[in-house]
């Protein structure tokens, strides 16, 4: 299947914005003292059309971030093959009747926040279905419209992870609420993973990713600045 196709915006240039993007990760990185490889750009793909995602991963773009199982798999189809290296972290919500073509399409699955969808995890694994690297998911901000496990209850759910799934668990993610100050809920999500023995930390959107890196983000996800308005 051939990806949607439509016109980028006249003002906007993905690969140039990539460039300066990048350009902030590394000195975000380097004025907070991190040294060696810099944090991980996830471009956030999302209903962008083809010609904006082209472009970056001409420029070397190699990770990406969707939100629906259904969406990136039309997407990405046949893409593998042309694009060596290419990384798919599904970053949004995930039902658990969708675990298993999630497990086959994507390398890192950033939302799991329950244990219905750990154990749907864990039940294909045992059938020999690949499973994904995992981030547990964190509702720093306690919103309850929002996905993701509650602070008070992340270690105990990450102790499940290894003890009772034992799925390949990597790190944590969160979004905080959009209208409070971003820098907090980093500090939060660091604490948690620091005192569960976890390396990385997805955080950081297209509003305060340079503040993410600054507290420890590894990777962060950004859509609107680097693809412009959808």
Request: aromatic content about 6%.
């Amino acid at each position: 299947m051939t990806p949607q196709t439509a016109s980028p915006t006249a003002d906007h240039d993905p690969v140039a914005a990539r460039a300066g993007i990048l350009d902030r990760i590394a000195a975000a990185a380097k004025s907070s003292g991190r040294e060696g490889t810099p944090p991980t750009l996830v471009a956030v793909s999302k209903q962008q059309p083809w010609s904006r995602v082209k472009p970056v991963l001409e420029a070397g773009q190699r990770v990406f971030g969707e939100n629906r199982v259904q969406e990136a798999s039309e997407r990405w189809q046949g893409q593998r093959d042309l694009w060596p290296g290419l990384e798919l972290r599904l970053i949004g919500p995930l039902q658990s009747n969708k675990a298993r073509a999630a497990m086959e399409l994507f390398d890192v699955l950033e939302s799991v926040d329950r244990d219905s969808l750990a154990r749907a995890l864990a039940d294909f694994q045992q059938k020999g279905v690949k499973a994904p690297r995992v981030f547990v998911q964190v509702n720093t901000g306690e919103e309850p419209q929002k996905a993701g496990v509650w602070p008070k209850e992340a270690d105990a759910f990450i102790a499940r992870i290894r003890s009772d799934y034992q799925l390949p668990l990597e790190g944590l993610m969160c979004i905080p609420p959009a209208e409070e100050p971003a820098g907090p809920h980093f500090a939060l999500l660091a604490r948690i993973a620091a005192r569960n023995g976890l390396g990385k930390l997805s955080m950081g959107m297209s509003g305060d990713f340079e503040i993410a890196v600054r507290f420890g983000a590894t990777s962060v996800r950004v859509g609107a600045a680097l693809f412009g308005a959808r």
